[in-house]
């Protein structure tokens, strides 16, 4: 589709729209326009834009075509970060919120191409999202940027040293304190990660092996989870008593002369509830239908 010029532009448009500052093209497809052309064509829609009451069709139809017939601009700044991973329309849908903020908030009293201003906005925009979406588990805000300055003043404090900076060298040089410097160098690590299904050498007699493979080990206590899951509507059956001794012997760890003291019986009394209330607790475990 052949791009349209500003001539094109004007001649070839459904009609006008009247504002208070005179009329100005009613443009079909904005899109189409030329970026060299869409210079010419964005002072005269933002010197309107400037005269309208917000929030007016005329000042819609303005905004809108400003917009687009501005988008060349987001596509071009997107084609720079082609190469992150996410696709280049989700890139323009983040800068064209970047052109939209500029477009609200340029002033064409300032005498400078719109080009110029607005570009900063996309860039800037487009980067923010990756530095919000790009780290593989969420830190806040802060230690993004902190990271941001921990690897520019490492490379420079690296050349200037010819060896890896201290972490008291790092603070003085960008005035924080070691344990922020520390918190910034762990926040770094969250930026990337591996995924646990990523293949890993092997030794040669197990062959290739995925990472999960390689990192923790099983736990023993997770089998006692069912067995607590179990005993949760057993033990809540017992009397207060008994209740409180289980707690006390297993929960706090007290010796049976503990309890015994505790409680105000003796200690031979103890070891026969105790043993008493276990045996309770093993027949209900054993009881068909508990789980």
């Keep these: 589709m052949a791009a349209v010029t500003v001539a094109q532009a004007t001649a070839t448009a459904r009609g006008t729209v009247t504002t208070g500052g005179g009329a100005l093209p009613l443009i079909d497809e904005p899109t189409r326009v030329r970026p060299q052309d869409a210079r010419e064509l964005s002072r005269r829609f933002f010197g309107r834009l400037a005269m309208l009451e917000e929030g007016t069709p005329e000042y819609q139809y303005v905004r809108n075509t400003l917009i ?31 052109l939209i903020k500029a477009i609200d908030r340029f002033e064409i009293s300032r005498e400078v191409e719109f080009t110029t201003f607005a570009v900063p906005y996309i860039v800037g925009e487009i980067k923010r999202f990756f530095r919000d979406t ?29 060896r890896t900076p201290t972490t008291r060298e790092l603070s003085e040089l960008m005035s ?39 990192l923790g080990e099983e736990d023993p206590a997770l089998e006692l989870v069912e067995d607590f899951h179990s005993l949760a509507p057993l033990i809540a059956g017992l009397d207060d008593r008994e209740r409180r001794i289980i707690h006390l012997r297993f929960v706090e760890e007290l010796t049976q002369a503990q309890i015994a003291e505790r409680i105000g019986v003796s200690q031979m009394h103890v070891s026969r509830l105790i043993s008493r209330i276990i045996k309770q607790l093993r027949a209900g475990l054993l009881e068909p239908g508990v789980a």
């Excluded at 830190?139 to 993004?144: A, E, H, I, K, N």
């Excluded at 990660?193 to 197990?206: F, H, I, M, T, Y």
Aim: net charge negative; glycine share 8%; proline share 1%.
């Design 134 to 162: 790009s780290w593989a588990v969420h830190v806040p805000r802060r230690l993004q940027e902190a990271r941001v300055e921990l690897a520019k003043a490492t490379e420079e404090l690296s050349s200037r040293l010819g």
């Design 68 to 98: 687009e017939m501005n988008l060349s601009l987001v596509r071009y700044a997107a084609s720079r970060f082609r190469t992150r991973g996410d696709s280049l329309e989700d890139i323009v849908q983040v800068g064209t919120i970047g």
């Design 176 to 214: 924080l304190s070691e344990e922020d410097v520390i918190e910034a160098r762990k926040a770094a690590n969250c930026y990337q990660s591996a995924s646990l299904d990523a293949a890993v050498s092997g030794d040669g007699e197990n062959g290739e092996s995925v990472l999960a493979d390689l």
